[in-house]
């Protein structure tokens, strides 16, 4: 199975602050990589998939960029509803392991 | 719009079976991947297996193959996650969610609100 990392397991922002959470496969997955938003008592939000490309209707704050083994998942300048944790997932081949989350939280 | 509608929220006793479904609309059912994923409390996210409801071929991950069973009724839109006799670990929230292939990879999206599973005596 493919191993997925994720860093910082958590982190605090402020508004406006531009944040940054890697991702890491255990061996090379190309683009095959996505970004979904989690919230509490809400259905998982795709942000990014491929890596770079970003789900309709997703706010351009967020990109995604990377290939291989490292990807970067960011946010421009944080809004207050991006408080949230982060989840990064291979999709190279089954089983789709996902990393195991950053929680992004108030400073 | 795409969307996917699971059951509510379920209170049972360890070693009976539940079966939880996952009712989409808005697109051919027949015609995607439908996944499972489970997220533990206070966990991340796990790919516990899928269905293509056009023929219902299944594919499980090994941490969960013969410990539930996946299905689709396409007749419905419907897909299922069921177990045969619950345990205390299988407290948990379940996501159903589409699989979108395209541009040579692939991506879950919609997903459902998820279904919390309570197992207690």
């Known amino acids: 199975d493919i191993q997925m990392t994720q860093s910082p397991s958590s982190l605090s922002a402020s508004v406006r602050d531009r944040v940054s959470i890697t991702c890491r496969a255990s061996q090379s997955i190309s683009s095959h990589l996505n970004w979904y938003q989690l919230k509490p008592g809400k259905a998982p939000k795709l942000l990014i998939y491929a890596a770079s490309s970003l789900q309709g209707g997703v706010p351009s704050r967020f990109s995604g960029s990377g290939s291989g083994t490292d990807f970067t998942l960011t946010i421009s300048s944080l809004q207050p509803e991006d408080f949230a944790t982060y989840y990064c997932q291979q999709s190279y081949g089954a089983p789709f392991t996902f990393g195991p989350g950053t929680k992004v939280d108030i400073k | 719009e795409v969307q996917l509608v699971q059951s509510g929220a379920e209170v049972k006793k360890p070693g009976e079976s539940l079966k939880i479904s996952c009712k989409g609309s808005?697109?051919?059912?027949?015609?995607?991947?439908m996944d499972w994923v489970r997220q533990m409390p206070g966990k991340g996210l796990e790919w516990m297996g899928s269905?293509?409801?056009?023929?219902?071929?299944?594919r499980y991950s090994p941490s969960f193959q013969g410990q539930v069973t996946i299905s689709a009724d396409k007749s419905i839109s419907t897909a299922y996650l069921q177990w045969s006799s619950l345990k205390a670990s299988d407290i948990a929230v379940y996501y159903c969610?589409?699989?979108?292939?395209?541009?040579?990879?692939?991506?879950?999206?919609?997903w459902g609100p998820g279904t919390l599973v309570t197992v207690s005596s």
């Open positions: 269905i293509y409801p056009g023929d219902s071929v299944t």
């Open positions: 969610a589409r699989r979108v292939a395209a541009a040579g990879t692939r991506w879950f999206d919609p």
């Open positions: 808005g697109y051919s059912f027949t015609n995607y991947w």
